[in-house]
């Protein structure tokens, strides 16, 4: 392919950029990302029991929320994305399950010791909420995207852009968590591979995940765009690290004698 068909095939993907929930299927085929050491799914389920009471903040769509198949009675979710409140009104009241508008990092609108588990993937969040709205003895499981997520492709297509999440570390998130009163279980970091397979792809990815490429433009990121080209024709793939954390925290049962019963 010459170099003006890859620029307007380019452009295109830059033009059509944008997702609904949390959907990646554009780049079906086109990127592969290795798998965590852990399944956020799976240590989920094994500490939640089908009669309590489970809250999934910045739920996206929902996807992830959906694929636990939880009661959707016993059920609550969080979401602060304008055309992601839409969705969920959509989709998850008319399942049945307790969807509120929150923004992300915010106070949540439950009432305190409301839920026996609250799950977070890839969201901001306030600890003290979470602590607040915790049954005691419950639950905080979340997976977060840590500080160095995909800095190869940053450094790549925009280098010296500042890492703009800088204390997402799993040292730095457990003593947060510590400090208001959480026992954590798990603090666990990864950095699983994840390989594009076209250069179109990375064009739509830089532009759905903005806060990681700030400003990035095919016009204006033309010449490492094609800087990026030469290593997939060289290489058959361009590659980059992501950034994973699994934290896996209960808030601790007071005791008769006032000490913590973890």
Known sequence: MNEQKLIRAWLDEEQIAHICGWDFSHLDGRLEEENTPWCLRDEIRSRLTTDQMLLDMDTGGGEF???????????????GYPPNIALCRAQLI????????????????FADASF?????????????EVFRVLKPGGYFITQQVGAENDRELVELLLPGTPIPFSRQYAGLLAEELSEIGFAVERAEEAYPEMRFRDVGAVVWFARIIEWEFPSFSVQRCLDRLFAAQKRMCEEGCLSTRTHRILLIAHKGIRGGNGCEIS
Do not use: K, Q
Not at 70 to 78: E, L
Not at 97 to 109: K, T, Y
């Open 94 to 109: 008319p399942a049945g399950i307790d969807f509120h508008a929150a923004e992300s990092g915010g106070v949540l609108p």
């Open 116 to 128: 026996d588990m609250v799950s977070n993937r890839h969201g901001s969040y306030d600890a003290r």
């Open 65 to 79: 929320l959906r694929s636990l198949g939880h009661p959707p009675a016993r059920t609550a979710a969080t979401e």
